[in-house]
């Protein structure tokens, strides 16, 4: 019995992964397996596209009772024929909790609370949203950005897990997970505005902390925010003035974590994002990123 777990929690870096054999394996199983099943009705929704922690992606070999692949989040798992509760209902703190199984992520010591945090947030979340679309704008402002197109992007496959929130700011495929500054020889060394905006610099994007929010004549207009230490997002303004962006491998998105549409990434729900750092400019054709 083996198990693979993606803690889905980044949007530009790829997510941490933990393999769990032997007796490691044993003892997830006993807090995973399928308790109580969870009618349609009293199953809480869970967001397509958020940004941090949006649960633990399992897949697993030898497992009774369990699909070859599934998603816990607060307790609840979903998969093929799978929709119950785990039998530990917290074997997602359990695992951040685990400092065994957290060193060998060799992601800091600061990383299990934060992780601890983000399940907790992701929990209210849940109780609290109800995901009616809002309406979406058709007025065109931003003449030169590009069209939002979330169906290009979710294809459930090569394109949306491999493609991150800086390919999609910048609107270049590269099914890489793009990361800021790789290509120019130049790469973010640390997760901190400092260090990642002269990153994206290198990668020819253009430093605009002037912008306020404004369309550029040419080009279109991106946005960089940090959770510190962890991970980076970007946004891009759309046509119609409104910003959209793809939380690491999930959906691409028009709406913040309280399903607002988003006229300004700086007073964005932007979940542990909480540092804006600054406003740039993607001229087409001109970028290079990998």
């Not at 998969?79 to 039998?87: V, Y």
Request: charged share 25%; net charge positive; proline share 8%.
């Amino acid at each position: 019995m083996e198990f693979r777990v993606t803690i889905d929690i980044f949007s530009g870096r790829k997510n941490p992964v933990l393999e769990l054999k032997g007796s490691e394996a044993a003892q997830f199983y006993d807090r995973v397996r399928p308790a109580g099943k969870v009618s349609a009705r009293e199953m809480l929704p869970i967001p397509p596209s958020t940004l941090g922690y949006r649960g633990l992606i399992i897949e697993q070999s030898g497992a009774r009772g369990l699909p070859k692949s599934f998603r816990v989040a607060g307790g609840d798992l979903l998969g093929p024929r799978l929709s119950h509760r785990a039998a530990d209902e917290d074997v997602e703190k359990f695992l951040a909790a685990n400092k065994a199984l957290m060193r060998k992520l060799r992601l800091g010591e600061k990383f299990p609370s934060f992780l601890l945090k983000e399940i907790e947030r992701f929990r209210e979340t849940r109780e609290q949203c109800r995901f009616k679309p809002p309406q979406w704008p058709r007025q065109e402002h931003c003449h030169c950005a590009p069209l939002y197109e979330p169906l290009w992007w979710n294809d459930g496959g090569q394109k949306q897990f491999n493609n991150n929130c800086y390919n999609y700011s910048t609107n270049h495929r590269t099914d890489t997970f793009a990361q800021p500054g790789l290509a120019a020889g130049a790469e973010y060394t640390s997760l901190t505005c400092a260090s990642v905006r002269p990153a994206a610099v290198a990668d020819d994007l253009i430093a605009s902390p002037g912008a306020k929010n404004k369309c550029p004549k040419e080009g279109h207009l991106v946005a960089l925010v940090i959770a510190p230490g962890f991970d980076f997002h970007w946004y891009r303004k759309g046509r119609n003035g409104y910003w959209t962006h793809k939380p690491g491998g999930t959906q691409a998105t028009n709406v913040d974590n309280s399903n607002h549409l988003i006229p300004d990434p700086r007073t964005a729900d932007r979940g542990p994002y909480t540092d804006f750092c600054t406003f740039m400019i993607v001229m087409h054709g001109h970028i290079k990123i990998r």
